[in-house]
């Protein structure tokens, strides 16, 4: 057995935590408390505070002050680098306690939470070089009596409104280049899922971050995200979560004309065709369906399969599922865990009982699994779905696949695009020409081909349509926090214009 099981079991309590303002902790005192729940172990795991719009202010005015007396924003690259690689450092050293918070607040299964928690650690050492490597532009070509400069600021205090599914690997796609830009931040986690990210404002005061830097308040999102949003003093949101939202923290942005970055929500294809391997293709449409319990916005939900292999598809696709290891997230063999709250495991049966009310055909799955603690979806697959279908058009963030047939791959493209969507899309194929015209002419910001969910934090992330605005990660990442500044500089003497 590995010896870190011993690390990932239920505590006997509930850990409290309070919230994080210029450099320190703050307890709850006379504030409410958020009692968190574990999703597969329906006991409660941790405390969280629920904030109110003084503390909001509290955090916006210390983040201002961090901002404008330069403590960071004036720090070389090389100098935001160091503390983002002892930041690095820090997450490491407490693996196993981030891990096992996670797996407790959102179910998911340890195994993952390990793994997204490691790769938060490397996105940082990325974002320690993508510090030193950002740069502006230099215009020598403007004849002798003009040189141009373009150079990049941060933009400010950004606000961070981050949601439950991964809340710590969501963080640490945004935190690093906020602050390799040298932007300050007032984060505000999901409400369900705080602590990992209140754990992550400890790790950066120790990793040498100035105060006032990285703050975190925590509650709800009606109140303390729509705070942030409509905030006057915050120059920008990044916000992740869903559409509905995302619209809402759109309209409350206008106050100030707040910059706003948006990952909103996703309805992926996979889109198989015949030539494919198809062994292959089935074990990656069945890892991004079930990745995360499906509650994952670059989910692959939708299943656009070539119909000469349709049958024996769905039939690959639906033994890989028998064979899941579903159950306790603590127990390091299981592959998918628990449903996240209540509320989003009756969304999802919903959702389940409105493909068979709609006429769709049920291959696998269909309901709840039973077990004694907690709450389970079983893996869900729906054939002969059509495209006026609830279960093809809307975003179900849970373990539920439809699937469509083509015949063309002009109408594959069409019936991938037939969405509001536009977050992400794979493509099985083995014929280079077939590939390459597919991504060329699919509608999402990002593509993966033979492969789903996977890459790192070079490449960038991000929304086209109603998916979002905006890149995350890469040295797009950084530069998104930055606002350009032009620079016009005259040499030799003024040709004068009042004679
Ligand atoms: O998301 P919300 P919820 C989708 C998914 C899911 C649905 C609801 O379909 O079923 O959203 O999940 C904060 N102003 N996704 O309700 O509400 C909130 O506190 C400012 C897709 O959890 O969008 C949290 O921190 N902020 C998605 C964050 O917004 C507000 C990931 C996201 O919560 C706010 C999660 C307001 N008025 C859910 N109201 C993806 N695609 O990654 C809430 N929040």
Not at 41 to 63: L, S, W
Not at 88 to 113: D, F, N
Not at 381 to 388: A, E, I, K, L, W
Request: hydrophobic share 40%; charged share 20%; aromatic share 8%.
């Amino acid at each position: 057995m590995d010896q870190s099981n011993a690390l990932h079991t239920l505590p006997a309590q509930p850990r409290d935590f309070g919230f994080f303002i210029d450099g320190r902790w703050e307890e709850a005192g006379p504030r409410a408390i958020f009692e968190r729940t574990s999703p597969a172990h329906d006991r409660v795991v941790t405390r969280i505070t629920r904030c109110t719009r003084e503390d909001v202010d509290r955090a916006v005015g210390v983040a201002r002050a961090a901002f404008e007396d330069g403590r960071w924003s004036r720090l070389s690259g090389a100098e935001r680098a160091a503390v983002l690689l002892r930041a690095a450092a820090g997450i490491r050293g407490r693996l196993h306690e981030l891990a096992l918070l996670e797996t407790l607040e959102t179910g998911k299964p340890i195994g993952q939470s390990l793994g997204e928690v490691e790769g938060g650690a490397g996105i940082y050492e990325y974002a320690a070089g993508a510090a030193r490597a950002l740069h502006g532009d230099a215009f020598n070509n403007l004849g002798d009596r003009m040189f141009g400069l373009v150079t990049r600021e941060p933009i400010g205090v950004v606000g961070l409104i981050t949601p439950w599914n991964f809340p710590f690997f969501i963080l640490s796609e945004r935190v690093p280049f906020i602050l390799a830009a040298g932007c300050t931040i007032v984060a505000k986690p999901s409400e369900v899922t705080s602590a990992t990210t209140l754990l992550m404002a400890e790790i950066l005061a120790e990793a040498g971050l100035p105060d006032g830097v990285f703050n975190v308040v925590t509650g709800s999102g009606a109140e303390i995200g729509q705070a942030l949003t409509e905030h006057p003093d915050i120059d920008m949101v990044s916000f992740t979560g869903s559409t509905a939202v995302g619209r809402k923290a759109l309209l409350a942005s206008a106050g100030n004309f707040k910059k706003l970055g948006l990952e909103l929500g996703g309805k992926n294809p996979q889109i198989v065709f015949a030539d494919a391997n198809l062994e292959d293709a089935a074990d990656g449409v069945v890892f991004g369906l079930c990745f995360n319990a499906g509650q994952c916005c670059v989910s692959g939900s939708r299943l656009v399969v070539e119909k000469s292999v349709a049958a024996q598809f769905e039939a690959l696709v639906a033994d890989r599922i028998a064979r899941l290891r579903i159950g306790d997230p603590l127990d390091p063999r299981t592959q998918m865990g628990a449903i996240v709250t209540e509320a989003q495991n009756r969304t999802i049966l919903g959702y389940i009982e409105a493909g068979g009310r709609e006429g769709a055909r049920l291959v696998c799955g269909g309901g709840a699994l039973a077990s004694e603690t907690g709450r389970y979806i079983r893996p869900t697959v729906f054939g002969d779905v059509t495209r006026d279908m609830t279960i093809f058009r809307e975003e179900i963030f849970g373990p539920v696949l439809t699937i469509s047939t083509f015949e063309t791959l002009d109408e594959a493209i069409e019936i991938a695009n037939d969405t509001v969507y536009g977050l992400a899309a794979s493509i099985w194929t083995t014929n280079l020409e077939t590939s390459t015209q597919a991504f060329r002419r699919v509608r999402a910001g990002r593509v993966w081909v033979n492969t789903t969910i996977a890459g790192g934090p070079e490449l960038p992330i991000g929304g086209f349509k109603q998916s979002g605005t905006g890149r995350e990660t890469g040295i797009y990442g950084v530069e998104e926090y930055t606002q350009v500044k032009t620079v016009h500089i005259a040499l030799g003497r003024r040709e004068p214009w009042v004679a």
